[in-house]
């Protein structure tokens, strides 16, 4: 036992591919015979998976889920920015660049109306909680954007690392609800071919939670939506702490 | 494979680099859309490659696996994701993460139709 453990313990990225196909083939499973593939396997998969970090930040009181227990810890390098940026790069080589240049201009229009609409709401319910200094309500409403956009904000408007963490909250939830409601609703919003998913990337913004939600409702739209949602990160880390900012100190 | 593979990684590099000097040129500390060039360089390198009849399915099979291999990421990300912290940050967290993405759900619906339309 003792020796398996330590075979475990060095070869963390191996174990973490075990894990994921085993998760995986119940799922798909599950999906099949329980659900009738009303549901697609790999959804239910980013959902439980988003349960076991859940667990594993009870049980390990760190901050990458599941991965902070030693059995897992495989997971935090799989599910790390680098694969995860080279995985939806390579989902590129089935889109077609003529179908991207023809939304290019609903994707920019969309990427601007997004973080606008994250913004505003974001701050709205930071103010409708008690918060009315416009260091804070910004750094919320960036947070509201992506979990990047919040403390880069923060960081460079100089707020608390109280509001901080907050806004890294906001848009960590932010991501985890798109990853789930992206499935439910597709079907109800239009939400089935690639210029609607670069839209879709471009409102919604979070490229993590864009793409899990996409590639649990069909994995031929993830390259269109994630090329938005790309850039949204950035956009928002150059309006929010400075134009969003400016216009936020003159209301309050 | 591996030349496929090295193809993938060349626009990945570049594409990345590109992000981190807009970045910097834009004065942010931040790649502003890394991911999307590597992901433009990605396709147009490829068109380049298939008008000249030097694309092979051989690289198409490098980079294929990592196309496939996409969901099991998400799925290792989403297990590593802070979900904890996230839940238990405060209230504040929980409704400014989900109440901004139901009204963006419906902004894009409204936005959809009126693109169809016009």
Same mark, same amino acid.
């Given at each position: ?68 227990? *030693? %059995?897992?810890?495989?997971?935090? !390098? +799989?599910? @790390? ?5 080279? /995985?939806? &790069? $390579?989902? =590129? ?10 939304? *290019? %201009?609903?994707?920019?229009?969309? !990427? +601007?109306? @997004? ?5 505003? /709401?974001? &701050? $709205?319910? =930071? ?126 | ?118």
């Amino acid at each position: 036992m003792e020796e398996l453990i330590k075979v475990i313990d060095k070869n963390g990225l191996v174990v973490a591919f075990l894990l994921v196909g085993l998760l995986t083939w119940l799922t798909d499973l599950f999906s099949k015979k329980i659900l009738n593939s009303r549901v697609p396997g790999s959804a239910i998969a980013i959902f439980l998976a988003l349960a076991f970090g859940y667990l594993g930040g009870v049980i390990g009181k760190g901050e990458n889920g599941l991965a902070d227990l *030693g %059995l897992f810890k495989g997971l935090a !390098l +799989l599910g @790390g920015s680098m694969f995860r940026d080279f /995985a939806i &790069v $390579a989902t =590129a080589v089935g889109a077609s660049f003529l179908l991207i240049r023809k939304s *290019g %201009l609903l994707g920019l229009i969309s !990427l +601007l109306l @997004g973080i606008l609409v994250f913004f505003v /709401a974001g &701050v $709205a319910m =930071a103010w409708a909680w008690g918060y009315r200094d416009a260091v804070s309500l910004c750094t919320i409403g960036a947070g509201a954007c992506t979990y990047i956009v919040g403390p880069v904000t923060g960081g460079a408007l100089g707020a608390s690392s109280e509001v901080i963490a907050l806004s890294i909250g906001t848009g960590v939830v932010k991501t985890i609800a798109v990853t789930i409601f992206t499935p439910i609703l597709a079907s109800k919003i239009g939400l089935s071919n690639p210029s609607a998913a670069m839209a879709f990337g471009g409102i919604m913004g979070t490229s993590s939670g864009v793409a899990a939600g996409l590639a649990a409702t069909d994995p031929k739209l993830v390259p269109y939506g994630a090329v938005t949602a790309t850039f949204y990160t950035g956009l928002g880390c150059l309006v929010c702490p400075s134009l969003f900012f400016l216009m936020l100190d003159w209301i309050f | 494979m591996i030349k496929g593979l090295a193809f993938l990684s060349i626009s990945f590099i570049l594409g990345m680099w590109t992000g981190e000097l807009l970045g910097s040129w834009l004065g942010i500390h931040a790649n502003v859309g890394g991911v999307g060039f590597a992901m433009i360089f990605l396709i147009l390198s490829k068109e380049y490659f298939s008008r000249r009849g030097w694309w092979k399915s051989e690289l198409e099979f490098g980079i294929e696996f990592w196309n496939k291999l996409y969901i099991p990421v998400v799925i290792a990300m989403a297990a590593s994701l802070n979900v904890k912290s996230a839940i238990s940050s405060g209230t504040l967290a929980i409704f400014a993460g989900i109440v901004p993405v139901i009204i963006a759900f419906a902004v894009f619906y409204f936005m959809m139709k009126s693109f169809k339309t016009t």
